[in-house]
């Protein structure tokens, strides 16, 4: 079992920075692929970017390239989400999710764990 905890959400000009780390527990995190998810009031939860156990490889949706950096440190069993130049748009609750096999997908579904969530507000 894992356990995910999101922090570093608040509110923000447009144009400002923020920064979400995700804590989590258990002693195999860094098997784990991670990821950052976002939902809107009113919308579909939306992938926002991965990265693998090895941080080999991430991947990012086109709305945050160039904007948002995802990293991990697994000797803090902690993942990182740096957010530049937030928009409107990027208001949501953002959630942090592990894929036990270790690679990174778009598709909510194709993980495991998630955490509860921290509220991101951008305003303009």
């Known amino acids: 079992q894992v356990q995910l905890v999101e922090s570093g959400g608040g509110l923000v000009q447009a144009g400002g920075s923020l920064k979400l780390s995700c804590a989590a527990s258990?002693?195999?995190?860094?098997?784990?692929?991670m990821a950052w998810f976002r939902q809107a009031p009113g919308k579909e939860r939306e992938f926002v970017t991965g990265?693998?156990?090895?941080?080999?490889?991430?991947l990012y949706a086109d709305s945050v390239k160039g904007r948002f950096t995802i990293s991990r440190d697994n000797a803090k069993n902690t993942v990182y989400l740096e957010m530049n130049s937030l928009k409107p748009d990027d208001t949501a609750v953002y959630y942090c999710?592990?894929?036990?096999?270790?690679?990174?997908?778009?598709?909510?579904?194709?993980?495991?764990?998630w955490g509860q969530g921290t509220q991101v507000t951008v305003s303009s």
């Open positions: 999710a592990a894929d036990i096999a270790g690679t990174v997908f778009a598709a909510p579904n194709d993980y495991e764990y």
């Open positions: 258990g002693r195999t995190f860094s098997m784990y692929g």
């Open positions: 990265i693998t156990w090895n941080s080999g490889r991430t």
